[in-house]
């Protein structure tokens, strides 16, 4: 087990939420552009088909955690609607 200190510092692998089991997965901005298809800049990105979050790697950890929050409130969204 991490150091309390560290493991404040992680972003997590996944987590449950809604009845549903969310994977985060942290990879770079090429893999991102990739996943969507497009030559968009982004930091993150919600698959809802995949039930995954992904993350900028390359971001500070303040940043990270605003790209997950802001991710998870797409996926809180779309979960809702799927009743």
């Not at 900028?56 to 802001?70: A, G």
Request: aromatic fraction near 6%; charge should be positive.
């Amino acid at each position: 087990m991490l150091p309390a200190h560290k493991a404040r510092r992680r972003i997590p692998k996944s987590f449950r939420i809604l009845g549903h089991v969310i994977r985060v997965r942290q990879v770079t901005p090429s893999e991102l552009k990739k996943i969507v298809e497009e030559d968009v800049a982004l930091d993150g990105l919600w698959i809802d088909s995949e039930k995954t979050i992904y993350v900028d790697k390359n971001l500070s950890i303040f940043t990270k955690r605003q790209v997950l929050f802001h991710e998870l409130a797409h996926c809180i969204n779309d979960l809702r609607e799927e009743g």
